[in-house]
């Protein structure tokens, strides 16, 4: 991979097994549970997460069709439309890997290629990753928080040594 592919690649993989810990423990219940009104649950946040990361690579770097797997888009899903854990996961690591692959697959140059976004306007093709790495991470914090607000909730808080290293004090 090319530098900026591999920034991008460390990117999406570095809190993948955080956010998969706080999945993994759940049961189809807690992942459709709603922490509130106009929220939205974790297999809801982790769809979105596989669907990003897949459909705007596709409709702004690559120009494939768009694809849902599920034969619905996420935003319009009723919570009956809801895969289960084990296929959200699946359609999850899937992604993945194509996202891997087409990270691999590109030169440098084609960082640097200018892209037309409906929302942000002009970008480059680099512009398009740091947001799905960005997406990732924004959603990803949105299932620890709703993992660990859930009413007898199978997800521990983690702690890291950092924080016992007296390290971060003035």
């Given at each position: 991979?090319?530098?900026?592919?591999?920034?991008?690649?460390?990117?999406?993989?570095f809190?993948?097994?955080?956010?998969?810990?706080?999945?993994?423990?759940?049961?189809?219940q807690?992942?459709?549970?709603?922490?509130?009104?106009?929220?939205k649950?974790i297999?809801?946040?982790?769809?979105?997460?596989?669907?990003?990361?897949?459909?705007?690579?596709r409709?702004?770097?690559?120009?494939?069709?768009?694809?849902?797997p599920?034969?619905?888009?996420?935003?319009?899903?009723?919570?009956?439309?809801y895969?289960?854990?084990q296929?959200l996961?699946?359609?999850?690591?899937?992604?993945?890997?194509?996202?891997?692959?087409?990270?691999?697959s590109?030169?440098?140059s084609?960082?640097?290629?200018?892209?037309?976004?409906?929302?942000?306007?002009?970008c480059?093709?680099?512009?398009?990753?740091?947001?799905?790495v960005?997406?990732?991470?924004?959603?990803?914090?949105?299932?620890a928080?709703?993992?660990?607000?859930?009413?007898?909730?199978?997800?521990?808080?983690?702690?890291?040594?950092?924080?016992?290293?007296?390290?971060?004090?003035?």
């Open positions: 991979m090319t530098p900026y592919a591999q920034a991008i690649w460390s990117g999406l993989e809190r993948k097994s955080m956010m998969l810990r706080n999945v993994e423990p759940l049961d189809e807690q992942m459709r549970w709603l922490p509130g009104p106009q929220r649950p297999a809801w946040q982790l769809w979105h997460i596989a669907e990003v990361e897949d459909n705007w690579v409709s702004m770097v690559t120009d494939e069709p768009l694809r849902f599920f034969d619905v888009q996420v935003r319009a899903a009723g919570e009956d439309d895969p289960t854990k296929h996961l699946d359609y999850f690591h899937e992604v993945r890997e194509i996202s891997k692959g087409r990270l691999a590109a030169g440098e084609e960082f640097a290629r200018q892209v037309e976004d409906p929302d942000f306007g002009t480059t093709v680099l512009d398009i990753w740091a947001g799905v960005t997406s990732f991470a924004w959603h990803s914090g949105q299932i928080l709703t993992a660990k607000l859930l009413p007898d909730t199978p997800v521990t808080t983690m702690t890291f040594d950092y924080w016992k290293a007296d390290k971060w004090h003035p």
